[in-house]
């Protein structure tokens, strides 16, 4: 054993060194450490920290930091400074640096609306090799590109995203997978290829066959959705419903035993009014329940309804006359001419359905003259009456008066304001011509149409159905909108007279909400472009391929050959009107000039219902316009009995005499409407 003085004389020889030690690694401590660099992760700096970065890094990592400003710059909106940084990358990359290119370069073009370059570039990468947080934004992209459009591709983008999400972008990714799905076009419906492995998509399908057989009867559609919950236990919807079904369990019927119906009642609308009551009143009355009559012509065999010499005067568009822009709903109210004929274009060859409105009905229906007074009081009035229901009022500054009010009352509006307010007890609905546009922009879109020209009436009425067209338009991927107005039926005449025809060509519709919007997915931020140019007018004979046109009976008959003056045969321009061109009085003349046109109406004038057709045709003596009035009331009643589905279960869907109907979010009743076809002097359902 050695003394305790050796000890302690060989310890102290190491204090030295220890202290030593200690110091320098105190001196090493107070040396920055640069920070660590992982671009294949979140990214929650801003791009000025970046970009501090790249100038302080050494060279080994510099591009990692710019791979990461580039990503904060583009979620910034900043694109021309990403596009610079990119420029600035070194030529040389490792295999992980170049996928993160990739996904950024993807994301810069769809910034810019390069929407095909950016589809290529995502269809290149591999996700099974990337993180867990690029395959996130790698889905987010691709869903992304998609625009929207619903598909089962977009479908099946969804199902791979959804794991990769948590908290809110988990739901979104829920809600958007089932809106996909409530949305996909009947054709694709029809042909679903599913393959084996695909469990969870085939859980989605099976909920939404769910829906579809229960979604008018709330108790049913609760059951069902309960049913396939223990069906498919793991599916994610059934951890986590879609927001539209959740709400099906809170759902709470409204109470339709006291309605009342809020009417002008005289004035220049009172002719208006009355078709909507008595559509109304038949309904309730239980007097659409009797059998379809036979019909009386088909598109092989037509057989042409008498028209008793009736003439076909309809106000303008949305106009009960040219002093009240605001006193008519119907979209095909234009004015008209005449009959030419004893003759009406037979409807087109439909499946005879069979009206679905209850039997008579013991609810207790009450009528207020709203052009008498006040619409606060007649709000008022109906609600110490004891009403739990209104429906109307039909004018538009009556809506908008409604709107503006603090009514308890559950609301079916008969008309749409300017602008729309979202209430818990307010739904609208309106034969629009705007609504009529919207559909036509759908219709023409799924025929493959990219190029459409709108030839409208130089008017409010043109103006109106151009933003509302080109929105929608937009809404669904496609590019800028052409537009041409015309004027009177004299002008056409003297265009036809000179041999100038119509050129298809027009000037860029810029609606007030077409600026496209930036789009966050799954924390994926995709800022809109900062500025767009509009393309210059197309010439004559150029891109076009398809012309919606607006236009009364008498002006198509002249709008259509000078057209044809100014395209050759050979040219592939599809030809579309609206219901305003639909009238009583077109003989096999008419119908052989408008060879090849597509036209939209709602499915009574369609040949849906020839019985009830025939009915409502000489009660109003061939005047469609108040035919459709009265289609809109009988599915008013129909609304009225549905209203807390409307209100309270979004995706609400029904088939109506006036378009098959469905609820915005804001209960703004959307309608989807026929689409018929002269061929060879006959009307027949549109290929």
């Known amino acids: 054993m050695l003394p305790s003085k050796v000890v302690r004389k060989k310890a102290g020889r190491f204090v030295p060194v220890l202290l030593a030690g200690l110091i320098l690694a105190a001196c090493t401590g107070q040396t920055p450490q640069a920070p660590s660099v992982n671009i294949q992760g979140p990214a929650t700096g801003t791009s000025s920290y970046y970009l ?35 420029n600035q990358l070194p030529q040389q990359l490792s295999d992980t640096q170049r996928q993160e290119l990739q996904l950024l370069t993807a994301q810069l073009r769809l910034g810019n609306q390069d929407i095909p370059s950016a589809q290529a570039i995502l269809a290149k990468l591999d996700p099974s090799i990337l993180s867990k947080d690029q395959q996130q934004r790698y889905y987010g992209l691709k869903i992304a590109a998609n625009q929207g459009r619903p598909s089962l591709d977009l479908v099946r983008m969804l199902i791979a995203q959804e794991p990769l999400l948590t908290d809110k972008a988990h739901q979104d990714n829920i809600d958007a997978t089932w809106q996909t799905l409530t949305q996909l076009p009947p054709e694709e419906m029809n042909s679903l290829a599913i393959n084996a492995d695909e469990n969870t998509l085939q859980g989605w399908l099976d909920l939404l066959n769910v829906y579809k057989a229960n979604r008018t009867e709330p108790d049913m559609l609760k059951a069902g959705i309960s049913d396939w919950q223990i069906r498919y236990p793991q599916n994610p919807a059934a951890k986590t419903l879609p927001t539209a079904l959740g709400q099906v369990q809170n759902f709470q019927p409204a109470s339709t035993n006291k309605i009342a119906l809020l009417l002008p009642l005289s004035g220049q609308a009172q002719v208006f009014a009355s078709a909507i009551q008595k559509g109304f009143n038949d309904a309730k009355n239980g007097l659409l329940n009797a059998p379809p009559a036979p019909a009386v012509g088909s598109a092989q065999n037509p057989v042409a309804l008498s028209n008793d010499g009736a003439q076909s005067a309809e106000p303008a568009a949305g106009d009960a006359a040219t002093q009240n822009a605001d006193a008519v709903v119907s979209p095909s109210a234009a004015p008209g001419d005449s009959a030419a004929s004893t003759e009406t274009a037979p409807p087109a060859a439909q499946p005879a359905a069979s009206v679905t409105t209850a039997p008579a009905s013991n609810a207790e229906v009450k009528v207020y003259d709203t052009s008498s007074q006040p619409i606060q009081q007649v709000l008022a009035q109906a609600q110490q009456d004891g009403a739990t229901l209104v429906i109307g009022p039909l004018l538009k500054d009556k809506v908008q008066q409604l709107a503006d009010s603090s009514t308890p009352l559950n609301v079916l509006a008969l008309n749409e304001p300017e602008k729309i307010q979202n209430h818990p007890n307010l739904c609208y609905f309106a034969l629009s011509p705007e609504d009529e546009a919207r559909d036509a922009a759908h219709h023409i879109w799924q025929q493959g149409k990219r190029m459409p020209l709108l030839l409208v009436p130089r008017s409010s009425l043109g103006d109106r159905v151009s933003k509302a067209f080109a929105q929608e338009w937009q809404t669904l991927g496609g590019g800028t909108v052409q537009q041409q107005g015309f ?170 005499n006036t378009g098959q109907l469905s609820a915005t979010d804001d209960c703004v009743i959307n309608r989807k409407l026929t689409w018929s076809q002269y061929r060879q002097g006959q009307v027949v359902p549109a290929s």
Request: aromatic share 6%; glycine share 8%.
């Open 52 to 86: 501090q970065q790249v100038q302080q890094s050494p060279d080994d990592n510099k591009a990692d930091w710019q791979l990461l400003a580039i990503r904060a710059l583009l979620n910034e909106g900043k694109y021309p400074q990403a596009y610079q940084q990119i």
């Open 487 to 656: 004027g009177s039926s004299a002008e056409l005449k003297q265009g036809i007279n000179s041999g100038a025809g119509i050129s298809l060509s027009g000037t860029p519709v810029t609606p007030a909400a077409s600026e496209p919007q930036g789009i966050t997915i799954a924390g994926l931020t995709i800022p809109a472009p900062q500025s767009s140019t509009p393309p210059e007018a197309t010439a004559s004979g150029g891109a076009v391929d398809a012309v919606y046109i607006v236009a009364t009976q008498s002006e198509l008959q002249l709008i259509k050959p000078m057209i044809a003056m100014r395209i050759s045969s050979r040219n592939n321009v599809a030809l579309y009107a609206s219901s305003r061109s639909f009238q009583a009085g077109a003989g096999p003349d008419f119908r052989l000039e408008m060879e090849g046109l597509q036209f939209s109406d709602i499915p009574l004038l369609s040949g849906a219902n020839p019985g009830l057709m025939q009915q409502a045709a000489r009660s109003f003596n061939n005047d469609y316009s108040l035919v459709r009035l009265y289609a809109m009331g009988i599915d008013a009643w129909t609304l009225a009995n549905h209203f807390s589905e409307m209100r309270q279960m979004p995706g609400f869907r029904i088939d109506g």
